[in-house]
C-alpha cells in the first residue's frame, strides 16, 4: 500500500482561503466512492494560523502506479480545480508501507 501526503499552501485572503480549502475537502472526501483505486482519504484544514501551509490530504492506493490512476482521474482533477487559482505552494510525500 502506498500513502499519498500533500499539504497545500494557498494565496488570498483568510476568507478566500478557507472557503477554497473547505470546498476543495468536500470534494476531496467524495473521491473513494468514485475511485476505484483510492482505499481511503483523510483531509485536514489548518487550525494554527500562525502557520503557513492551509490543507493537508493523506490517501491510500494499493500501488504507486495507482498514485497516477488516482490523480489523473477526472474526478480528482475537477476537485484539484477548485484550489488551483489560489495554489501558492504545494509538497508531496508517497511512501511505501
Request: negative net charge.
Amino acid at each position: 500500500m502506498v500513502k499519498h501526503i500533500v499539504t497545500f499552501k494557498l494565496k488570498g485572503t483568510e476568507e478566500q482561503r478557507r472557503k477554497a480549502a473547505s470546498d476543495f475537502r468536500d470534494a476531496l472526501m467524495a473521491l473513494p466512492s468514485q475511485i476505484e483505486v483510492l482505499k481511503s482519504i483523510e483531509v485536514g484544514l489548518n487550525e494554527n494560523l500562525a502557520e503557513d501551509w492551509d490543507v493537508v490530504l493523506t490517501a491510500v492506493v494499493p500501488t504507486m502506479a495507482d498514485v497516477e490512476k488516482y490523480a489523473k482521474h477526472p474526478a480528482h482533477v475537477a476537485a484539484a480545480a477548485i484550489v488551483a487559482p489560489l495554489k501558492e505552494s504545494r509538497a508531496c510525500v508517497d511512501y511505501n508501507f
